[in-house]
């Protein structure tokens, strides 16, 4: 049973990383930065189109779960999704990451300078 637990965890997390490689190619940022750390969470600020200050918002606690959900809500407005979608990467991510990046969203809001 531990074995096809992994088995189901590895799937899911390559499914992730993969997702996420695409959610960087469509905003115009080289997939490869998804999987460098505290880089991809910079990128991703950048994509949804905060200032890269905002990642020290991560280290402070209290703080951190604001910038989180600010985050997830600026990331669908990015693509062109509305609150209901934001609320969805909140809550169900494993889900609404693959449909942000497989789906028919488009980037249409340039990273911030």
Known sequence: MGALASLVWLGLTVVLIVAQWRIFTKAGVPGWAC???IYNVLKLLQISG???WWLLGF???FLNVFVMIRLVFDLASAFGRGVAFGFG???LAP???PVLAF???TYTRRAAA
Do not use: A, K, Q
Request: a positive charge; zero cysteines; hydrophobic letters at 50%.
């Open 35 to 37: 999987l460098v750390p």
């Open 50 to 52: 905060r200032s890269g």
């Open 59 to 61: 280290g402070v606690p």
């Open 89 to 91: 990467l909140l809550l």
């Open 95 to 97: 889900v609404f990451i």
């Open 103 to 105: 789906g028919g969203s």
